[in-house]
């Protein structure tokens, strides 16, 4: 049973087996009509190949169109002379172009990855699911849950201890590992050091506060050269590399 | 006895009591310092052999953090040298400060090259100790400003900026360097005996932005490098001492970040963005550390942010900034003019293009920008820490890992009627100017072409950068770029 089938029995009370990987990635896109028209007339493909091959295809011949009209224009840079264009005078662009094209591109974006990670994730539940499961708990009497807080059943066989030995064991492990090698997991301000450009001054400080900075202004002026200061150690490290 | 001997005798019963009563009142000073000279000498040594877990198993932490950094600067100056000394003094202290000591020292410290390049460093710390009977252990050690700055205890007060703060029990404050902390001012307030620091950072308001969305947009930052990071609500919040009389123009926002991930001490730590905006500058205090610690010392914090107080409440809108701008780095603009006061440097920027201080942690940032989009940068840099002077060779070093870092090639051939390499100007200074393409020719938002000039005078290292959305920008920067001049 697909997500969609679950949408339309209202809920996952029924028996239904858990999509598999690949249909969550047949799933069609929430926010693509397009998509979804396309799935529902089409007859679902049976193979990994025929359900793979249309959005294959499509990437594919997309990138490869892609890369023409890039060739061509390549092209066309060559065949233009410096002088010629020298001499086309740019069209002033009107007040706000720049910030209403970025915008757009960054909307295209969005909605691209919207639509792209939309097959990979879960649908939420419907609202009819929601609503019962809000009722049935608060028709449950007051002490008497069949749930406790830990949220199994008390009547319930007891769950494997296998996975909690695992990870008790895995935990163990690591504090093992943390005494003996006298190794406590990376402070905050290490993690974020470790970030940083070696090249920059600040790749040292002893306060993380230089680092987020230092990212702020990465994202204002993205086009700079240069941000920071260069770090005198580093620097001097440089000039003992063989150039 | 002979009376020449009688004679001697009661002297030196004088000098001796004299001793005595001398040594009895040194004696306590020297049973504090005995061992901490001893701490620093074995430190420098191992240093020396570039022994930095050694070095670091000296070090009972207070506060993880602190340690670990020092370990990082540590392993960068060994790693950077083949040989090193390093001599450690003391400038101040020891002095209580909680259940610990601290201790101001400076440490002049040698790198050499195998090639016998010697770089000499001074490195002023602050070195927090934990007094075990006879034996002093140190607790964190946090590189400051080796500029004067008051007495780690006391009050921390800066005009220009307009603000003071500290002078709290417990705390002791360590101004840091405008390089390591990309602001007008910084200095950080660490407790001792705590894993708890709070640092101030003081910066450009940016203009018309209200303090919750500054508040939020640190915690974003700070989000994106921590991925574990859940950022709480934005919700006002004003320094105490203006919270009954508010100044007219004031602004104040708090925001928590959990850090969930554990720690050393086992738990989740926190970070509290407390923003403040006031005369066209913005006060910046990131409260860090171990979440328990932080809940622990909440009374020694709020103590703290009550010691924040802004000196003069009657400045206009950017009148704070303007001052702390002139102060800290020189500059002015009159219209297109960009002048400097402090280096000598006059830029006349593009005609009609919008310029703005920039605040980078270099000696000073300028910025213009058009219309268009495009982009003209001037700042200058004062030489790394261990450099004496800029030489060519160093500016080179930094520009090529500077132009990999951001996909930049140089144009081939480099146009004719620009210095590509290294040649002096009319006044002297030593200039180069290289043409520069985006590695990406697909990259949809980076400008294809740019410019990039560097001026270099001992003292200061001049970097002009821009690019031109279209050819008539392109020829501003060009033109622009021969305004630059430098007073000797």
Redesign the interface.
């Known amino acids: 049973m697909t997500g969609a089938a679950n949408d339309r029995s209202g809920g996952t009370d029924k028996a239904a087996s858990f999509p598999s990987e690949r249909e969550w990635r047949s799933l069609p896109s929430p926010w693509s009509d397009e998509l979804d028209k396309t799935n529902d007339e089409a007859p679902r493909p049976q193979s990994a190949d025929a359900e793979e091959k249309p959005f294959a295809d499509r990437v594919i011949r997309a990138r490869r169109e892609e890369r023409a009209i890039?060739h061509e224009l390549?092209s066309l840079d060559r065949t233009l002379s410096p002088e010629a264009l020298?001499r086309l005078?740019?069209p002033?662009?009107s007040?706000g172009?720049?910030a209403r094209a970025?915008h757009r591109?960054d909307e295209q974006r969005r909605k691209h990855w919207a639509e792209a990670l939309a097959r990979n994730v879960a649908r939420e539940p419907s609202p009819e699911f929601v609503t019962r499961t809000l009722d049935a708990i608060a028709s449950t009497p007051p002490g008497d849950s069949a749930y406790p807080r830990s949220g199994r059943p008390l009547h319930a066989a007891p769950r494997s201890r296998t996975p909690a030995w695992g990870l008790l064991s895995a935990a163990a492990a690591a504090s093992l590992w943390f005494a003996l090698t006298d190794r406590?997991?990376?402070?905050?301000?290490?993690?974020?050091?470790d970030?940083s450009?070696?090249?920059a001054?600040?790749?040292?400080?002893?306060?993380?506060?230089?680092?987020?900075?230092?990212?702020?202004?990465d994202?204002e002026?993205?086009?700079?050269?240069?941000?920071?200061?260069?770090?005198?150690?580093?620097?001097?490290?440089?000039?003992?590399r063989p150039r | 006895m002979s009376e020449h001997g009688q004679g001697k005798t009661p002297r030196k019963t004088i000098v001796a009591l004299f001793m005595a009563s001398a040594c009895a009142i040194a004696l306590p000073a020297q049973q504090h310092a005995s061992p901490v000279h001893a701490l620093l000498q074995a430190l420098d040594e191992r240093f020396v052999k570039g022994d930095v877990a050694g070095y670091l198993a000296r070090f009972a932490p207070d506060n993880?953090?602190?340690v670990?950094?020092?370990g990082?600067?540590l392993e960068?100056?060994i790693?950077?040298?083949?040989r090193r000394e390093r001599a450690t003094r003391i400038l101040a202290g020891p002095t209580p400060i909680g259940d610990r000591a601290l201790v101001h020292v400076r440490r002049d410290i040698s790198?050499i090259?195998?090639?016998g390049?010697v770089?000499r460093?001074v490195e002023d710390s602050y070195l927090v100790i934990r007094h075990d009977g006879t034996q002093a252990t140190p607790t964190m050690s946090?590189?400051a400003t080796s500029v004067t700055a008051p007495a780690p205890a006391e009050r921390l007060r800066c005009g220009p900026c307009n603000y003071q703060i500290g002078g709290v029990d417990s705390f002791f404050c360590?101004p840091?360097?405008r390089?390591?902390?990309?602001?007008l001012g910084?200095a950080?307030f660490y407790l001792a005996g705590a894993d708890v620091?709070c640092?101030l950072?003081v910066?450009l308001a940016a203009s018309g932005e209200p303090a919750r969305a500054a508040a939020l947009?640190?915690a974003d930052?700070?989000a994106?490098?921590?991925p574990t990071a859940s950022t709480g609500l934005a919700t006002d919040w004003l320094p105490p001492a203006h919270v009954e009389v508010p100044p007219a123009g004031i602004d104040g926002a708090r925001v928590v970040v959990e850090?969930p991930?554990?720690?050393?001490a086992g738990s989740g730590?926190r970070?509290a963005f407390h923003v403040v905006t006031y005369g066209g500058l913005q006060y910046?205090m990131?409260t860090?550390g171990d979440a328990d610690a932080l809940d622990a010392h909440r009374l020694d914090l709020d103590a703290l942010y009550r010691s924040f107080e802004l000196l003069d409440l009657d400045r206009g809108p950017k009148a704070a900034a303007t001052a702390a701008i002139y102060h800290y780095l020189g500059g002015r603009f009159d219209d297109d003019r960009y002048e400097n006061h402090r280096y000598g440097v006059t830029f006349v920027g593009p005609t009609g293009w919008e310029p703005q201080h920039c605040v980078?942690?270099?000696a000073f940032r300028a910025?213009w920008s058009s219309?268009?989009?495009s982009?003209v940068?001037l700042?200058g840099?004062t030489?790394?820490?261990?450099?004496r002077a800029w030489t060519e060779?160093?500016a080179d070093?930094?520009l090529l890992?500077?132009?990999q870092?951001?996909g930049?090639e140089p144009v081939e051939p480099q146009p004719a009627d620009l210095p590509s390499t290294w040649r002096r100007d009319s006044a002297g200074d030593r200039e180069r100017t290289i043409v520069?393409l985006d590695r990406d020719?697909?990259s949809?938002?980076?400008?294809r072409r740019?410019l990039?000039h560097l001026q270099l005078r001992a003292d200061l290292l001049l970097?002009l950068?821009g690019?031109g959305?279209?050819?008539?920008s392109e020829q501003a920067v060009l033109t622009a770029k021969a305004s630059l001049r430098r007073a000797h």
């Not at chain 1, 790749?203 to 202004?217: E, F, G, Q, R, W």
């Not at chain 2, 949809?444 to 400008?447: M, R």
Request: proline content about 9%; cysteine-free.
């Open positions: 890039d390549r020298r005078a740019a002033t662009p007040a172009f720049a970025a591109v406590a997991p990376p402070p905050l301000e290490l993690r974020i050091a970030q450009p070696a090249m001054a600040y790749a040292d400080a002893p306060s993380p506060m230089a680092a987020i900075l230092a990212a702020i202004a994202e002026e993205p086009h700079a050269t240069v941000t920071a200061p260069a770090d005198g150690v580093w620097l001097h490290g440089e000039a003992r | 993880d953090g602190a670990a950094m020092l990082r600067r960068r100056q790693r950077a040298s083949r790198l090259s195998g090639s390049e770089r460093w946090v590189e360590v840091t360097r390089e390591e902390a990309l602001a910084a950080s620091a640092d950072h910066q947009r640190f930052a700070l994106r490098l921590e850090l991930r554990e720690n050393a730590d970070a910046v990131m860090r980078s942690g270099a910025r219309r268009d989009g982009r940068w700042t840099y030489p790394p820490s261990g450099h060779q160093a070093r930094w890992h500077l132009l870092d951001k930049l520069l020719p697909d949809l938002t980076a400008p740019r990039v970097i950068d690019y959305a279209a050819p008539s």
